[in-house]
């Protein structure tokens, strides 16, 4: 985030803006964004919709949204007037191409109030079924055609396998070109993980070692312990593969990875990411249980809580062949990764919800020192964590205090909060501010996308023609099935344990 300064004037248009996730994410982020001075003077939020609601009624919702789920809790009442008289309500029907007429008449008659062209985010909060006619709409309305003012936000899921979101980005490509087009996935606007490239590329220790040579295997891990809760039908048609690997996961991949940008800039950096894409192995149709794994909760216990089997969740077929765990083993094959492994894993109805990379390095050499000093008590690993902690930790041994030899594994802690002290960013605080401010740094470029869904589609063409016969296969409260285990062992590796609190 830079200078708020910065920013010039700018309507931000909302569609879907009545939805959970307009009340949830974007406009309690909008606030904090105010909050903090980083909202230009000149600000107007849109709400779009084809609800009859006021402006006040739509004030009032997002005040309650506000207060339950911002960082901050709820607004202050000074700000929050000053805020809420930059929210204006438009009723729209997206099928009634009059009202994008309307829409456009009303944001350039906000630009001659302003004296000025103002920056146009249009912010698709809404069913991706939605994005072809509204993407149409706004191209037949002459509202795309400002290459250097206009922005369009699509959310996930951009498709459901690579055929489906060729269509969905043509149509995006054919009105918007490819530098107006924001691709969010809110993983990427954490600040840990946008400090990866930092700590890679700021500091001359960490480079020399960050190769096939030093480093024996990577693990990514995003775990969660809730199950699906209340989106068993949106889980169905998706799965643990669809809903974090192919995006969250590969992009993390992609940051550990990835060359070093010649400048830092939102096409080199994409650039470098798309490189690894490229490099990555791809999986043989016929030997997909070689690289993946799957996995369904079956019922169990996390933190004295008894949890349903996932096939007995609302909206959940009785003989669900949806994974709600799934692993992958991937190589990038170049000069500097080669036959290092990189393990994948997420899943639902874990033993802690945690989210975490762990660069496990490889074994000394020659052993020095005798077996009974315990150095093989832990490898050496580097570990950047996201949730819920913050910040990296480096393990290694040390010898402990005394007169005999005795190696004693123990941690270099980094925290954001006692390094920094100040409240976080939520992730889409920050990805707001770069889409105002025009960066694409930390957005999916088409070719990113498209090299993804290439990557997994093997995997999910197999699944689905190969219906799991061990479903429910781990229990919920556990690490996973015995799967998983088995695609790392084949190795003579194991899953590293995630790096949790010390309660």
């Known amino acids: 985030m830079q200078a708020a300064q910065c920013l010039s004037a ?32 000149r600000f107007l939020l849109l709400a779009v919709d084809r609800s009859d ?52 008449l009303t944001l350039n008659t906000i630009d001659t109030a302003w004296d000025c062209k103002a920056e146009r985010v249009f ?17 037949a309305a002459g509202l795309a055609q400002d290459r250097e003012r206009v922005r369009l936000v699509v959310e996930k899921p951009l498709g459901n396998d690579l ?23 809110h993983f990427l606007g954490k600040e840990t993980v946008q400090n990866i490239l930092a700590m890679r590329f700021a500091n001359p220790i960490f480079e020399p070692i960050w190769n096939r040579r030093y480093v024996d295997h990577v693990v990514i891990t995003v775990a969660e312990t809730l199950g699906v809760e209340k989106r068993g039908s949106y889980y169905e048609q998706t799965g643990a593969l669809r809903d974090m690997v192919q995006n969250h996961l590969l992009q993390l991949l992609c940051l550990v990875a990835m060359e070093p940008p010649v400048v830092y800039d939102a096409d080199d950096v994409r650039g470098k990411k798309v490189d690894v894409l490229h490099a990555l192995r791809p ?41 709600t765990y799934a692993a992958l083993k991937l190589y990038v094959d170049n000069w500097r990764w080669q036959d290092v492994p990189f393990y994948l894993r ?8 945690v989210s975490e ?27 950047i964590q996201m949730h819920p902690e913050q910040g990296i930790v ?35 605080e920050t990805l707001l501010w770069d889409v105002m401010a025009g960066d694409a740094t930390f957005f999916m470029r088409t070719d990113q996308v498209e090299a993804a869904w290439k990557l997994v589609m093997p995997v999910l063409d197999a699944w689905a023609a190969n219906p799991a016969a061990d479903f429910p296969n781990y229990v919920a409260g556990s690490w996973g099935p015995e799967s998983a285990d088995l695609l790392v062992a084949s190795d003579g590796n194991s899953w590293l344990t995630p790096t949790l609190a010390k309660s």
């Open 123 to 139: 912010y698709l909060a809404t069913p991706p079924s939605l994005f072809e006619p509204i993407t149409l709409s706004l191209g």
């Open 53 to 104: 609601k006021s402006e006040d009624e739509i004030a009032l919702h997002y005040h309650q949204g506000i207060t339950e789920n911002s960082r901050r809790g709820a607004p202050p009442e000074d700000a929050w007037q000053s805020f809420s008289g930059m929210i204006r309500h438009v009723k729209l029907n997206v099928a009634d191409q009059e009202d994008f007429q309307k829409l456009a």
């Open 283 to 323: 999986i043989p149709p016929d030997a997909v249980d070689k690289f993946a794994a799957r996995g369904q909760y079956a019922e169990g216990w996390i933190r004295g809580e008894k949890r349903m089997a996932y096939r007995n969740e609302p909206n959940v077929d009785p003989r669900s062949n949806t994974e």
């Open 394 to 428: 480096l393990k290694f041994m040390a010898k402990e205090p005394g007169s005999q030899l005795r190696l004693r594994p123990v941690d270099m802690r980094f925290s954001y909060n006692e390094a920094f002290q100040i409240d976080i960013p939520a992730a889409y």
């Open 10 to 41: 700018t309507q931000f248009v909302l569609f879907g803006s009545s939805g959970d996730l307009s009340w949830r994410l974007v406009v309690p982020a909008l606030f904090n964004l105010f909050l903090d001075g980083h909202l230009p003077t």
């Open 346 to 353: 997420t899943g639902k109805g874990l033993t802690a919800k």
């Open 163 to 185: 055929e489906s979101f060729r269509k969905i980005n043509d149509v995006l490509c054919r009105v918007f070109e490819e530098r107006q087009l924001f691709r969010i996935d």
């Open 357 to 383: 990379i762990s660069i496990r390095f490889r074994d000394v050499p020659h052993r020095a020192f005798p077996a009974s000093a315990g150095l093989n008590a832990q490898p050496t690993r580097l570990v």
